[in-house]
């Protein structure tokens, strides 16, 4: 079975950066439409950033827009997000998804994807 492992976060101050990578293991890297997401608790999963499939385009949240960026390494098979300009508000455990039937109108929405990691924590401290 497919899994998603996912790196990089930690504890940084605001306005300090992180990279977190995701790698998705076999064959068929652009058949996956692949998404970050965050999530705190009590609050629902949150999406960051993604690509469509074939990573043709790509997704970002409107409170990362600027700060964060999406990118890929075929052949490593690793999705990364490049995270900047940090705040506080940024906490969160950061979640790797990927779907091979993901449809562009949900895209955003946690429950299309059905292949996840193990999430990664991301504090930023003021």
């Known amino acids: 079975q497919v899994q998603l492992a996912e790196s990089g976060g930690g504890l940084v101050q605001a306005g300090g950066s992180l990279k977190l990578s995701c790698t998705i293991p076999?064959?068929?890297?652009?058949?996956?439409?692949v998404g970050w997401f965050r999530q705190i608790p009590g609050k629902e999963r949150e999406y960051v950033a993604g690509?469509?499939?074939?990573?043709?385009?790509?997704y970002y949240a409107d409170s990362v827009k600027g700060r964060f960026a999406i990118s890929r390494d075929n052949a490593k098979q690793t999705v990364y997000l490049q995270t900047n300009n940090l705040t506080p508000e940024d906490t969160a455990v950061y979640y790797c998804?990927?779907?091979?039937?993901?449809?562009?109108?949900?895209?955003?929405?946690?429950?299309?994807?059905?292949?996840w990691g193990q999430g990664t924590q991301v504090t930023v401290s003021s």
């Open positions: 076999g064959r068929t890297f652009s058949r996956y439409v």
């Open positions: 998804a990927a779907g091979t039937g993901v449809i562009t109108s949900r895209i955003r929405v946690a429950a299309a994807y059905d292949l």
């Open positions: 690509f469509a499939r074939n990573f043709a385009t790509t």
